[in-house]
């Protein structure tokens, strides 16, 4: 199985991730609706990663990884904690495609400090992602 299932099936649980944390930050403060899901990602993945065996490979993790690694669940702790904010503040079909601006933000940044390509098929690919965006959030 490719990148593009696995894509699709990310998805998929994105979109389940957004309706179900609507529904669960009814009434509760937002950054402990964060807190509460960040405590079963964590038990989650570490049971995943422990029942494939491949907890014993933390030792072999460079230092470069590890300060980018850290630095990438600094940026998800403080993106899940505004999208949190974001769902709890306003509804759903809105907050979702603002924050899937972030596929605009992704596709500029490769280009600007991973060396990827850009094609006038991206720019128009990112155009038209962050026009549907804008107007799906303000329609």
Not at 118 to 135: D, N, Q, R, S
Request: glycine fraction near 12%; include cysteine; hydrophobic fraction near 60%.
């Amino acid at each position: 199985m490719g990148w593009l299932f696995w894509a699709l099936l990310s998805a998929g649980f994105a979109a389940a991730t957004a309706i179900l944390a609507k529904i669960g930050i009814a009434g509760i403060d937002s950054n402990l609706a964060t807190a509460i899901r960040t405590t079963v990602i964590l038990v989650f993945t570490w049971a995943i990663a422990i029942g494939l065996g491949k907890h014993g490979e933390i030792a072999q993790i460079g230092r470069r990884s590890w300060v980018f690694l850290v630095l990438s669940g600094v940026a998800t702790g403080l993106s899940w904690l505004c999208y949190f904010r974001a769902l709890q503040l306003g509804p759903a079909s809105s907050v979702v495609p603002i924050d899937k601006l972030s596929v605009v933000i992704v596709i500029l940044c490769a280009w600007l400090f991973l060396g990827e390509s850009m094609t006038p098929m991206k720019l128009a690919g990112g155009g038209l992602i962050a026009m549907g965006a804008l107007v799906l959030a303000f329609a």
